[in-house]
């Protein structure tokens, strides 16, 4: 039997390591074929993930030694933790070692769309000197609405204020009287509320049921038309057609998305407009940030097939059972 089985490129120092020590099968186009993967689990008592494999209650199933799930990286959509748990299967992840790398990412969309920063380059790259067509927004004095005050949208509000922003926040898990909200001086408000007043909305929620489709036609109509929308949060959370016909019918004034409803997304009419901006799920990959995600998964993978316990775990710290 394998300890550590691989399906997705995480790789790094650490990982290394964890394959000096263990014996581990490193297969990063693995979860193309689910059907190998889900053959070839029993043989491991370790699975390592990022967000492509979907690791559902059958995968699970089929683990019959599994003792530990490593998430490189911090949402767990595509992990059925539930049936980790029912399992007795630890759920390790990255909480928050990738979280200054996505806040950042959602400034410089902000600032990207505000400045028009894409469309200058490929205007000015093919000839153009077009410098009236490309006069941008400040942030300064400007109202940033942020969804969900986690530990992203928290550094994403830190930030914002650094560029002189007044920040509300909606997010019915926080307290008025939290320490994020007093360290960002934010206003917490409700979410129509705050579509209804913001100059830049930022999405920092994970998806759930409770997500899915936040952002719909309602949600659109309520912003103003001069708006710009920024998801680097969980690409289910916006109705994309939705979203099209908000920019189009000038509900909004453009959109900067890193996420998509379906990854990769087939071509479609956001990559024709002008004023969205759009990246590959990168807002997490910056060398310092999977440099920590990496390092945390492999450390917390190796700890529980020690018998130790895992410092970042989703349900317990250690297995409910044998391998
Ligand atoms: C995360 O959940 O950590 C980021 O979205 C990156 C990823 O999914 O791997």
Known sequence: MGDVLVSEAVAGREMDALKSSFDVTYEPELFNNPQRLKE?????RALIV??????????IAAGRHLLVIGRAGVGLDNVDHEAASDAGIVVTFAPEQNSISVAELALGLMLSLARMIPAAD???????WDRKRFTGTELFGKTLGIVGLGRI??????RARAFGMDVLVHDAHVNPDAFTVAETRATLVGLAELLKRSDFVSVHVPETPDTINLFNDERFALMKPTALFINTSRGKVVDEDALVRALRDRKIAGAALDVRATEPPDAGPLAEMDNVILTPHVAAFTEEGQARVVTCVCRDVAAVLRGDSARNYFNFARPRRSA
């Open 153 to 158: 949208g928290f550094l994403t509000a830190m």
């Open 50 to 59: 990022r967000n492509q494999t979907q690791v559902n209650a059958e995968l």
């Open 122 to 128: 490929r205007s000015t790259k093919s000839g153009g």
């Open 40 to 44: 070839i689990l029993p043989d491991y």
